[in-house]
C-alpha cells in the first residue's frame, strides 16, 4: 500500500507497539513466554517499548535502560525469533512505510540477531550477564 505514511511521532510508536504485542500476545509460540514473564504488568512494559523505539526510530532520547538483561534467560530458539520478526515485520509494512519503517525492520532483524546470540552463548556456556 503505498499511501502509508512512516513513522514520524511517538502516536506511530504507540500504534506500532500496541499492535505489536497484541500479535505477540496471541501468538501460539510467543504469547505463553511474554505472558508468563510480564505477567499483568503489561502497561508497564508497553511504556518501556514506547520510550525504547521513541529513542531509537525518533532519536528523541526516553529510554535509559539495558534491553538484553530482562530477555538472557528466555527460553526461546531461532524459531521463537522468527516468529518474533515475522509479527514486527507484518506490523510495520501494516501500518507505516518508508525510511523510518524501513529502519525498524532492519533494526528488529539485528536487534533480534544480537539477542539471540547472546542468550545461546549465556545459555551454552552457563554464564549469566554482567548486568
Avoid: C
Avoid at 23 to 28: C, F, I, Q
Avoid at 101 to 118: C, I, N, P, S
Wanted: glycine letters at 4%.
Amino acid at each position: 500500500m503505498t499511501d502509508q505514511a512512516d513513522i514520524q511521532s511517538l502516536e506511530d510508536i504507540r500504534l506500532l507497539v500496541n499492535s505489536f504485542y497484541t500479535s505477540v500476545r496471541n501468538n501460539e509460540l510467543l504469547g505463553p513466554i511474554f505472558n508468563e514473564r510480564i505477567g499483568e504488568r503489561w502497561p508497564e512494559h508497553l511504556e518501556k517499548m514506547y520510550r525504547f523505539w521513541q529513542t531509537v526510530l525518533l532519536d528523541d532520547h526516553t529510554y535509559f535502560g539495558s534491553p538484553f538483561p530482562p530477555h538472557a534467560q528466555l527460553p526461546v530458539d531461532q524459531l521463537h525469533f522468527d516468529t518474533w520478526l515475522q509479527l514486527w515485520y507484518d506490523t510495520v509494512d501494516q501500518y507505516f512505510q518508508g525510511k523510518k519503517a524501513d529502519e525498524a525492520k532492519w533494526r528488529g532483524d539485528k536487534m533480534a540477531a544480537m539477542f539471540l546470540y547472546k542468550i545461546s552463548y549465556y545459555r551454552d556456556n552457563n554464564a549469566r550477564p554482567l548486568i
